[in-house]
């Protein structure tokens, strides 16, 4: 599933998986859930919404049964961040 990364309220990223009508939210503080049985219609006003996290509030998470997990961290995203910050000699092995 691809994710689109928003930042709004405590929303952090967003994807939708259409064939498995299953919307997946991340949050802020790195856990995460996924919704099925979400319709295309309701991913597509969230994923457009200038208020995404109120949206989110009043339509997805009351309205639709979710399964908490935790967000997947990008490796290399990580790998880029230690390399950005690693001292010049490190990579030397001295």
């Given at each position: 599933m691809?994710?689109?990364r928003i930042n709004a309220g405590k929303l952090r990223a967003i994807g939708y998986e259409p064939r498995e009508r299953q919307l997946?939210?991340?949050f802020d503080d790195g856990s995460a859930i996924d919704y099925?049985?979400?319709g295309a219609e309701v991913w597509r006003r969230l994923s457009t919404s200038a208020s995404a996290w109120s949206y989110y509030r009043d339509n997805i998470e009351e309205e639709f049964s979710g399964?908490?997990?935790v967000a997947k961290t990008e490796?290399?995203?990580m790998a880029a961040l230690?390399?950005?910050f690693r001292a010049p000699d490190e990579d030397k092995g001295g």
């Open positions: 691809e994710m689109k997946r939210v991340e099925s049985g979400v399964r908490r997990g490796k290399k995203s230690e390399d950005l």
